[in-house]
């Protein structure tokens, strides 16, 4: 018997819309929730929590990786209830 996916519902912290998606496995970001930013724009490491982002902000993200010649950010099979 295998597991069922946890699908959780909530806004993409990019573009702020409501998306479905499986905590464990949507590509996220580390936010401080104090400052609103990563560690390396000035938040807070120790106080970051993973923020999920949505399909088409990764799919946008990773063209202007693409572009700058940057590592693409992986979707993992089931990433967004699928």
């Known amino acids: ?7 959780a519902f909530g806004p993409c912290w990019s ?4 998306f479905a998606f499986d905590p464990d496995l949507v590509p996220s970001i580390p936010i401080d929730p ?10 807070d490491a120790s106080r970051c929590v993973r923020q ?3 399909a088409d902000c990764v799919e946008i993200a990773n063209e202007n990786r693409r572009a700058a ?11 967004y209830g699928r």
Do not use: F, N, Y
Not at 1 to 7: A, G, R, Y
């Open 69 to 79: 010649g940057r590592e693409l950010i992986d979707v993992l099979p089931g990433a």
């Open 34 to 43: 104090v400052t609103g930013t990563t560690s390396d724009m000035g938040g």
């Open 15 to 18: 573009c702020k819309q409501p």
């Open 52 to 54: 999920p982002i949505c």
């Open 1 to 7: 018997m295998s597991e069922l996916p946890l699908i």
